[in-house]
């Protein structure tokens, strides 16, 4: 058995679709949805996540700032832009780009960024409300995983889901979209003993580690649902996630690639919750 690809680039683009012409009829009432990205340093990959949201912004519309600052910035010019943009009528989404160079404290300024405006869904309210259940704007990668799964035709009610990995990022937010859902949900670690037999348990396997190739066809139930949410550069240069997926698909049910499974959702969910920050700012939500 060769298991169907859950492909997240076709998805990403279904769902900017519907984004681009929600943004044509808020244009008719003089709404442009504004996003704001602040890149400190010169981190390689962050620079390609920050082109590859400028991008994104300009395809769908919406007006777009991006602050290039030099790694020297100090956290207090930075909270000072924060400030600047948590008052700017322009911008409905502010996103400071991860990590920031040692010298900065990164909870001072994520804490800094308007609740209303924070698209990466990391502030303490919306991570919170996500824990209780109220509305909030979402963190992308998880809500991006999520909707991979619905839109694979998979009912999340009554399923067992494991999720390998505990990251503030991915792990923790991910395991409560799926309680949300209705999911059981068991979530392994670095300290999770007998973690193949319980991965083997599951309906839905979510797995964020940052271990290339980890996970094998052994810790994988047959016809299971499996999300890989690793990025891990090889030595050849060449992308692999934390599923082994030339040994995994061979027993697996619906699973995602990498490249082109859940790394094409995360900015196209960034997009949305901006879409979403600024109905609610202009009174449309």
């Known amino acids: 058995m060769t298991a169907s690809i859950i492909n997240g680039k076709q998805v990403s683009e279904d769902i900017r679709a519907g984004i681009a012409a929600e943004v044509k009829e808020l244009a008719a009432k003089g709404v442009t949805p504004g996003l704001a990205v602040v ?10 996540y920050v082109r590859n ?9 919406y007006y ?39 010298h900065i404290d990164e909870k001072a300024v994520i804490n800094a960024i308007a609740v209303d405006k924070d698209v990466d869904g990391f502030h303490p309210v919306n991570v919170g409300n996500l824990v209780i259940g109220d509305d909030s704007l979402l963190p992308c990668t998880p809500a991006g995983v999520i909707e991979l799964i619905k839109r694979a035709g998979v009912e999340l009610a009554g399923k067992h889901a494991v999720v390998i990995g505990r990251s503030n990022i991915v792990g923790k937010p991910v395991s409560l ?13 670095s300290r999770t003993i ?7 348990q599951a309906d839905i396997l979510v797995v964020a580690i940052g271990r290339a190739n980890f996970i094998d066809a052994s810790f994988v139930k047959p016809g299971a649902v499996v999300i890989d949410v690793g990025m891990n550069r090889l030595e050849n240069g060449k992308l692999a996630g934390d599923v082994d997926f030339e040994s995994v698909k061979e027993v697996s049910g619906p699973i995602t690639p990498v490249p082109g499974g859940v790394g094409p959702m995360t900015i196209t969910m960034l997009m949305q919750n901006t879409l979403i920050a600024a109905k609610r700012h202009h009174g449309l939500a």
């Open 177 to 189: 979209l799926l309680q949300r859902e209705n999911a059981t949900v068991t979530m392994c670690h």
């Open 194 to 200: 007998g973690m193949a037999d319980i991965a083997r």
């Open 53 to 61: 949201k400028e991008k994104a912004c300009h395809d769908l519309g």
């Open 39 to 48: 890149l400190v340093g010169e981190d390689p990959a962050s620079q390609v």
């Open 64 to 102: 777009s700032e991006v602050h290039r600052l030099p790694a020297s910035t100090t956290q207090e010019d930075l909270l000072a832009l924060v400030d600047k943009l948590n008052k700017q009528d322009t911008i409905d989404g502010i996103l400071v780009q991860l990590p920031l160079p040692g």
